[in-house]
């Protein structure tokens, strides 16, 4: 009986809560990319208008809800005095910790006539796919200005996360 009632409660009032780092060059759209997504998928937010975004200092936070999951998102600054972090990262990407963990490369900036097409990122990319073992990954063209690629990346995210929830179980979060 205590394992229905529990069920019901987690099914009525929690939610699996994921995390998603965004990890990019200086000015490459992340902080765009986040404030899309938390305008898109959360309906009482209203986004910052795309030209008073600066340059993040640190991080930036994030969260929206997608039915049954929650995603938290840590978007981390890319200016060069940063990217010291992002060694680090670069080293875990092959770590056999990270089996499970999606790995979603967004090509931004679509909507620019000079923008490396997707086709020109995957061909750069091809000769570091090893690194990333047998996990999802994934590589789409996205405008984060235009919100095109956004529904997308996110649904494919979620999607990634559910599947893998028995490698790497979810935190789950009361939404009362």
Same mark, same amino acid.
């Not at 008073?52 to 039915?67: E, M, P, R």
């Not at 999802?136 to 200005?145: F, K, Q, T, W, Y």
């Given at each position: 009986?205590?394992?229905?009632? #529990? %069920?019901?409660?987690? !099914? *009525?009032? &929690?939610?699996?809560?994921? $995390?998603?780092?965004?990890?990019?060059?200086? /000015? #490459? %759209?992340?902080?765009? !990319? *986040?404030? &899309?997504?938390?305008?898109? $998928?959360?309906?009482?937010?209203?986004?910052? /208008?795309?030209?008073?975004?600066?340059?993040?200092?640190?991080?930036?936070?994030?969260?929206?809800?997608?039915?049954?999951?929650?995603?938290?998102?840590?978007?981390?600054?890319?200016?060069?005095?940063?990217?010291?972090?992002?060694?680090?990262?670069?080293?875990?990407?092959?770590?056999?910790?990270?089996?499970?963990?999606?790995?979603?490369?967004?090509?931004?900036?679509?909507?620019?006539?000079?923008?490396?097409?997707?086709?020109?990122?995957?061909?750069?990319?091809?000769?570091?796919?090893?690194?990333?073992?047998?996990?999802?990954?994934?590589?789409?063209?996205?405008?984060?200005?235009?919100?095109?690629?956004?529904?997308?990346?996110?649904?494919?995210?979620?999607?990634?996360?559910?599947?893998?929830?028995?490698?790497?179980?979810?935190?789950?979060?009361?939404?009362?």
């Amino acid at each position: 009986m205590f394992t229905l009632l #529990a %069920g019901l409660w987690k !099914y *009525l009032f &929690q939610k699996d809560e994921y $995390f998603i780092l965004i990890l990019g060059l200086d /000015n #490459a %759209g992340k902080t765009t !990319y *986040l404030e &899309q997504t938390k305008t898109k $998928f959360n309906k009482t937010y209203k986004g910052m /208008n795309p030209n008073k975004i600066t340059a993040t200092v640190g991080l930036n936070l994030g969260k929206i809800d997608f039915g049954s999951v929650r995603l938290n998102f840590w978007d981390l600054g890319g200016q060069e005095e940063l990217q010291s972090l992002w060694d680090k990262v670069k080293k875990m990407i092959s770590s056999e910790a990270l089996n499970g963990v999606p790995l979603l490369l967004l090509a931004n900036k679509q909507d620019l006539q000079d923008c490396m097409p997707v086709s020109k990122v995957k061909e750069e990319f091809k000769d570091h796919a090893h690194k990333i073992g047998h996990r999802d990954c994934h590589i789409m063209g996205v405008s984060a200005l235009q919100g095109d690629g956004v529904d997308e990346g996110i649904q494919w995210m979620v999607q990634c996360v559910k599947r893998n929830a028995f490698l790497r179980p979810p935190t789950q979060k009361d939404i009362t």
